[in-house]
């Protein structure tokens, strides 16, 4: 369930960084809402990579989750 | 009493969902299915923190010091376990709704982006008020939380998970520990934290509980709390359009915080899988706990590079054969 979470964030985090650039965002919204959504898409992404992490070494290893 | 308190405050929150209810149901009301919920939620928002503020006052009342059974020691009351879990159904029908309200939003445009229009496709047949319905019920059970554990808290002044009096420094050089050292050397420079220092057993939660995610879920859920409050009260109460506009650009920034925090909670505590033990069942044993605390909570100080004579030859330093 945590790598499906994770999984679904990665999606966001895609679609976050994505909607950055195209030109609605640009125009409508300037630059701080795309620099938002560049930031915003990149923290997601490495908070459920590291997630995914966690999760694949679990599986790998019930035995190894600390404590 | 106690329980007096809470029937009252399940019958009066049960009483006003239901006349809520009954007068969007009525047919009587000119609006569209969106601009009715929203009404509905806005009317039901303060019995939803009501009854959350009532059973956390009963908690409280009732509240016992930890207790032993055997190996096992209980780390958490069922209220907290169970108060808890509907936080996290909370979260898990709030955000990802929250989210497609936001993204459906920057996703709507002439040319999508790669794979949004995929999205928008899957999701057409939904009418979109269901998604703010969905949301709705989220922030319901949200509210009823911060209410709840607020209200627990507040009585019962159990204050183990925040800092004590003059101990800043203490749980943010234990929380510099905890992280990988790449970030904990960043943290501990501005802030001058002498990372080569033996630390006491942390109790009852980590360093990394008491110095960072706690606070930063304070915040978070505080931010969302407020901000959303406002944008609700937008229907009943002429809110100013800049106070609006602001309620609603920090709501999306507090929506992305806590997407984090629930990543990184995860991330956390399934590592520490006696702490997610815990907070299913209360109960932990007490030397998984100590595991936890003494050994991954509490990691060795770093030991300072050894510092070489001034007349070490060259090459050394880096270990270089060359």
Known sequence: MALLWAALNVVIAYLFVTNAFVAKTAIKEGLPAQAALLLGGALIAVFAVALARQSLRILRAPGAAEG | ?322
């Open chain 2, 1 to 322: 009493m106690r329980w007096l308190l809470v029937l009252a405050g399940i019958a009066i929150a049960a009483a006003g969902g239901y006349v809520s209810l009954a007068q969007a149901g009525s047919g009587a009301q000119p609006w569209d299915p969106e601009l009715s919920d929203n009404f509905v939620f806005m009317r039901a928002l303060p019995f939803a923190l009501g009854l959350g503020a009532v059973v956390g006052l009963f908690r409280a009342g009732g509240w016992k010091p930890a207790v032993r059974r055997g190996d096992q020691i209980r780390r958490f009351s069922p209220g907290t376990v169970i108060g808890h879990w509907i936080a996290t159904i909370g979260f898990v029908i709030a955000l990802p709704t929250g989210l497609w309200q936001y993204l459906g939003g920057i996703l709507s445009q002439d040319v999508p982006a790669p794979g949004g229009q995929l999205l928008l496709d899957l999701f057409h047949p939904v009418p979109l008020y269901w998604f703010y319905r969905l949301h709705y019920i989220g922030a319901a059970f949200v509210l009823f939380s911060v209410a709840n554990f607020g209200a627990y808290w507040w009585v019962n002044r159990d204050r183990a998970l925040l800092v004590p009096r003059g101990e800043w420094r203490l749980h943010l050089t234990g929380f510099a520990l905890e992280v990988p050292r790449m970030f904990g050397a960043r943290l501990a420079a501005p802030l001058k934290l002498d990372l080569t220092q033996r630390l006491p057993q942390p109790r009852p939660f980590t360093y990394y509980e008491t110095a960072f995610s706690f606070p930063t879920w304070t915040f978070a859920l505080a931010l969302i709390t407020i901000t959303g409050l406002l944008k609700a009260m937008r229907y009943i109460y002429p809110i100013p359009g800049p106070v609006l506009y602001w309620a609603s650009t920090l709501h999306v920034a507090a929506m992305l915080l806590l997407v984090l925090k629930v990543l990184d909670h995860l991330r956390y505590t399934l590592a520490r899988w006696p702490l997610m033990v815990a907070m299913t069942r209360g109960w932990v044993s007490e030397g998984a706990l100590r595991g936890v605390l003494d050994t991954i909570a509490r990691p060795e100080p770093w030991h300072p590079e050894p510092t070489l004579p001034a007349s070490a030859p060259a090459g050394v330093a880096g270990g270089s054969e060359r």
